[in-house]
């Protein structure tokens, strides 16, 4: 029971918190969004709640300092600035990779105190009524100090200590253990700090950072000795927090671990359950009575049925699209402060569903084309100014539902892609031929882009410049069965156009026949199928092609790629067109037996190495098809 609490805490307080980032950074847009500010104050109420319940007290705590925050932002009692935001932006991010750390079941090890600090610094400007005092920076703790000293070998402790409650003279035995401490080590940061100490300005619990050559073990024994002492908790300090922030912002999306199911949909399976456990009946009374003339009628009943089941179950496993695009906001936020650009995102269509699987799988590849976006297309504010754009740039993530999949546009109005610059480092790089340069279309330049480290950026960035990005995320796509596009014109902007499956259990394909096999194509790479007479068949630089209305396609026969043998007997033979990222090819195929649903089961780890097998289905009459990778025959 206790699990399935811990997973419903954690899988809310994600949720609230990626709710509480997109209203931070409404408000941080316009100050007078009261709907954000009552947004934030609900969802901190909650959140200082759920986590006492569940009795992570750090997090309560740091959730009722930001609960009186929003409080005092709803009675105008503190000005919204942008350092106030910073405060406020930083803790929400600490309550992220607090709760990463309660979810693994480890003590916090985070330093959550110095940012609570900095919340009460903040409601103690508020009661003492002094307008205009500035925030006073926290006593941050220098990580490079922390890292020096474990190369020389120290221990880095955080220590917490809580004094039975009826303790009488808890000032003085908090400056004992002080004292005491400092036997062991440096003491590099305690809350309360010194000089509170002195003063008696202490509640049942503190905190101390202690640098030792001592073990834990040791100092626990040395303190319990000391009496009067209800907990004591002595966990290495975790700084990795702080050095993330420092080096990467956190631009990634957790995996979708639970989903919440309506119950209308529960019930409507359990509907079609007993529907089809009453068919199945039906069916076994048919069968013993012999009465074969009711058979179509029944199986025809059963088939709608598995049919229902079937698209209903598929149902369950779809999930909103809003489930990635909301965390968006935030990201666009830190990218463009990082980049020291202004940037609005726009989302449409966020309501499209789609198969979990596939939502997990493109969370990287929209991130990268967002960096992107920001890094390559938008320009700075004074730029924009002087080619006469507002100094405000655009991103907009539109989401499409079209027949059997799903279109994501991201498109940005900045300077568009300079085809000629990308020509020249690609020559630079040896990737295409001087002689190529003015040939080049959109198509050309997309491939030259997602080769493996292509980059235009001058420099090595956190954000660009290392040659992976857009190879990520065609390679992402191509495994998933989808395609990407691209739309540019130069000093207008760029548009992306990924096209992705609804979903990857069952999809659509055409069934064809080969030397005895039956294969299956992804509908989605099919463009048309068509008989050909061998002698339309040519030959254009020893490789056999064919003319349809005009294009000359290029042929592969399939036959000679997998090493088997054909069975076709005349000279007319089956060709599928498919489309792959930049060009269209012919497969040869002995016969085209037709388009059919097919479950997809993937490949044991020996076979799935094999090139141009992307899984397998099993068929109606228990054989087994294996599923073509288009994109990797062709």
Excluded at 83 to 96: I, L, N, Q, T
Excluded at 313 to 335: A, C, E, N, Q, W
Aim: proline letters at 3%; glycine letters at 6%; one cysteine or more.
């Amino acid at each position: 029971m206790e699990k399935d609490y811990r997973e419903l805490f954690f899988s809310e307080a994600n949720e609230y918190l990626k709710e509480v980032n997109n209203a931070l950074v409404r408000l941080e847009k316009d100050i007078q969004d009261k709907e954000a500010v009552d947004i934030i104050f609900r969802h901190m109420h909650t959140l200082k709640g759920i986590s006492a319940t569940m009795g992570y007290q750090e997090f309560a705590e740091l959730a009722h300092k930001l609960e009186d925050i929003f409080d005092c932002f709803r009675k105008e009692k503190i000005e919204i600035s942008p350092k106030v935001m910073d405060v406020v932006f930083e803790s929400v991010d600490v309550m992220g990779a607090a709760l990463e750390q309660l979810k693994k079941e480890k003590p916090l090890s985070l330093d959550i105190h110095s940012y609570v600090e900095d919340l009460n610094r903040l409601l103690e400007e508020v009661r003492s009524k002094k307008e205009g005092k500035k925030i006073e920076d926290r006593k941050r703790i220098d990580e490079s100090y922390i890292n020096r000293l474990r190369e020389e070998g120290k221990n880095i402790f955080k220590i917490k200590i809580k004094l039975v409650s009826d303790f009488v003279m808890k000032g003085a035995k908090a400056f004992l253990i002080f004292t005491h401490l400092k036997m062991y080590g440096e003491i590099i940061n305690m809350i309360p700090d010194e000089e509170s100490l002195k003063k008696e300005e202490i509640k049942e619990v503190f905190e101390f950072i202690l640098a030792t050559n001592f073990s834990s073990k040791e100092i626990l024994k040395g303190i319990k000795r000391l009496g009067d002492i209800e907990k004591i908790e002595v966990i290495p300090f975790d700084i990795s927090f702080f050095q993330k922030k420092k080096e990467k912002p956190p631009f990634y999306i957790k995996k979708i671990q639970s989903m919440r199911i309506p119950v209308e949909r529960l019930d409507k399976i359990m509907n079609l359950m007993g529907e089809l456990s009453i068919a199945k009946s039906r069916l076994v009374q048919t069968v013993q009575t012999k009465n074969f003339s009711a058979l179509e009628e029944t199986t025809y009943l059963i088939e709608r049925l598995v049919s229902s089941l079937q698209d209903e179950t598929l149902k369950m496993r779809l999930l909103s699209i809003s489930y990635i695009l909301g965390h968006f906001p935030r990201i666009v936020r830190d990218l463009s402060r990082k980049e020291n650009k202004e940037v609005d995102l726009e989302i449409e269509g966020g309501e499209i569903e789609l198969d979990r699987i596939v939502l997990d799988e493109i969370s990287d590849p929209l991130i990268h084309l967002v960096r992107n976006a920001i890094d390559h297309g938008i320009e700075l504010p004074q730029e924009r100014i002087k080619i006469g754009k507002p100094p405000r740039g655009k991103i907009s993530i539109k989401v499409i539902r079209e027949r059997g999949h799903v279109v994501i546009e991201v498109s940005d109005d900045g300077r568009g892609i300079d085809f000629s610059k990308v020509a020249k480092i690609a020559v630079e790089k040896g990737i295409i031929s001087p002689q190529d340069i003015n040939s080049l279309d959109s198509h050309q330049i997309l491939d030259i882009l997602t080769s493996s480290g292509f980059s235009t950026s001058d420099k090595v960035t956190e954000v660009s410049g290392r040659g992976v990005g857009l190879d990520v995320v065609r390679n992402k796509l191509d495994a998933l069965g989808g395609k990407l596009d691209l739309e540019t014109h130069l000093g207008k902007g760029t548009k992306f156009i990924l096209t992705l499956p609804l979903t990857l259990a069952i999809i659509k394909a055409m069934l064809v026949f080969l030397g005895g096999q039956i294969y299956a194509i992804p509908l989605m790479n099919i463009r048309e199928t068509l008989k050909i007479k061998e002698e339309e068949v040519k030959i254009i630089k020893d490789i056999e092609v064919i003319r349809v209305r005009e294009e000359i396609i290029p042929l592969i026969r399939l036959d000679r790629e997998f090493g088997i043998k054909s069975w076709r007997e005349d000279k007319i033979f089956s060709v599928v067109i498919v489309e792959g990222r930049a060009k269209s090819m012919g497969l040869v195929v002995d016969e085209v037996i037709g388009e059919q649903d097919i479950v997809v089961k993937p490949l044991g780890s020996f076979i799935k190495r094999v090139k141009g097998i992307a899984g397998a289905t099993i068929l109606g009459d228990g054989r087994i098809a294996l599923i073509l990778d288009v994109v990797n025959i062709i």
